[in-house]
């Protein structure tokens, strides 16, 4: 049997660590087959974000048609939309999508704090694409955007459900932030919540985790997997990675995490 296509809609980061690099790279090491659509060009390294250029609605859209008009496209996830155009060329896009499930990890504040969402456009994306999705993957400096500020396990139960009633859709809220040497992550699916706990691992390369998780959810998704079974796999391939790469030396600041462990 082929491998299951997961189109990437993200965008790249020239230093390999996070953005559509981490997705190919996550959604190769499960063993689907990755397609991609840029959306933006960033100049950044494992120190920060110096520079975002974003792509023209026309041609985010034309590299979502060609994808999706030859090759069977099994899930999709998407990460950073840097602007309205950006954003109408992902929704002209994916017009024609019905039944194949969207991941959405909303990238917009890098690990460093730089924007890489415009301002004013966190509604919009809200409203136009949440809908379009089956998950959607903030972490707590995203959830206090797109919800409320979350300063417990019990606020992220609250705050979740809060998206995922609003918008009809799965949320998974990332608790990594609250601290502790427990890291929980929250799933809410279907009207159930799941948590996820796993031990904190002290590394200094983090980068591109969210983007990892997210990919590896669609990935499991393509693959048939559940919601919670997906998630539980993501979270388990996500911890492996962090653990091999904490011992390698790749730029001088928030390395990425090493993806072919296996």
Not at 234 to 258: S, T, V
């Amino acid at each position: 049997m082929d491998p299951p296509v997961v189109l990437t809609i993200a965008g790249s980061d020239c230093s390999g660590g996070a953005g559509i690099q981490a997705d190919i790279k996550t959604i190769s090491a499960i063993g689907g087959y990755a397609a991609s659509v840029i959306t933006a060009l960033t100049a950044q390294n494992t120190r920060g974000v110096q520079t975002v250029q974003p792509c023209s609605t026309e041609i985010i859209c034309r590299q979502i048609t060609s994808v999706l008009t030859d090759l069977p496209v099994r899930a999709i996830k998407i990460g950073m939309i840097p602007d309205r155009d950006a954003l109408q060329g992902i929704l002209e896009g994916l017009s024609v999508v019905t039944s194949v499930p969207i991941v959405y990890d909303p990238v917009m504040i890098s690990t460093s704090g730089h924007p890489l969402m415009e301002q004013g456009l966190v509604d919009e994306v809200c409203r136009k694409l949440f809908p379009r999705c089956m998950l959607i993957t903030p972490n707590l400096n995203e959830v206090a955007l797109l919800s409320q500020p979350v300063r417990s396990s019990e606020e992220m139960e609250t705050a979740a459900r809060r998206l995922s009633d609003k918008y009809g859709i799965d949320v998974l809220l990332k608790g990594g932030h609250l601290g502790g040497e427990d890291m929980m992550d929250l799933l809410v699916s279907r009207g159930r919540s799941y948590p996820f706990h796993t031990p904190k691992v002290h590394s200094s390369n983090l980068h591109g985790t969210g983007c990892t998780l997210s990919s590896a959810i669609a990935t499991e998704l393509a693959f048939g997997e559940s919601m919670p079974a997906s998630v539980g796999c993501a979270k388990a391939f996500i911890q492996r990675a962090i653990l091999a790469g904490r011992q390698m030396r790749f730029g001088q600041g928030n390395g990425p995490l090493w993806h072919f462990f296996q």
